[in-house]
């Protein structure tokens, strides 16, 4: 299989997006240790995928439209994913919501670990995965990293401009 990837910077710090032959296949945060082969690098590749991260983190974007290659998956990780992206832009569910969605309330813990092995975060958006009681739970981005892109999500939901992005990258810095 083809790899290819390219560096976007984002609000949120550099993110890694990588595709295989079929779409998408995963986003990384800063931090990542996977190494890629220089011979991938193909910014030119990801110019749609490029510009609906723009669109998104300048509050003109709820739903992304782009390929995705979900193979890695077992099928119950991609019935969740899928529901994932369901989940209205600027709300939140939680991982019973989550479970019940799927038909699954089993499940619960399968679910929540699930939501964390999400390969491509923000496009599927398992940040508006939150706890029980209202609480952040984990981000493979980090908690900062959700709660900047929850806000984010609030602030277009409410017709409001997001923050200016030296101010929505201090905010996931701190």
């Not at 790899?3 to 945060?29: H, K, N």
């Not at 508006?128 to 892109?149: M, W």
């Amino acid at each position: 299989m083809t790899t290819s990837w390219t560096i976007y910077e984002s609000p949120l710090g550099p993110l890694t997006v990588i595709a295989g032959a079929s779409g998408m296949s995963r986003i990384r945060f800063p931090g990542s240790d996977e190494r890629l082969d220089e011979a991938g690098r193909r910014p030119a590749a990801f110019a749609v995928a490029t510009e609906q991260l723009d669109e998104y983190f300048a509050g003109d974007r709820q739903a992304f439209e782009l390929d995705l290659d979900l193979s890695a998956g077992t099928a119950f990780q991609r019935k969740v994913w899928v529901q994932l992206r369901v989940i209205p832009y600027g709300t939140t569910v939680s991982y019973g919501d989550l479970a019940r969605a799927i038909g699954r309330p089993d499940r619960l813990r399968a679910v929540a670990a699930t939501v964390g092995r999400t390969p491509v975060p923000i496009v599927i958006p398992c940040h508006r995965v939150i706890g029980a009681d209202g609480s952040l739970t984990g981000y493979g981005g980090g908690l900062h990293r959700k709660q900047a892109l929850l806000e984010l999500e609030a602030r277009g939901a409410a017709g409001q401009a997001p923050e200016p992005a030296w101010a929505f990258r201090q905010l996931t810095l701190s």
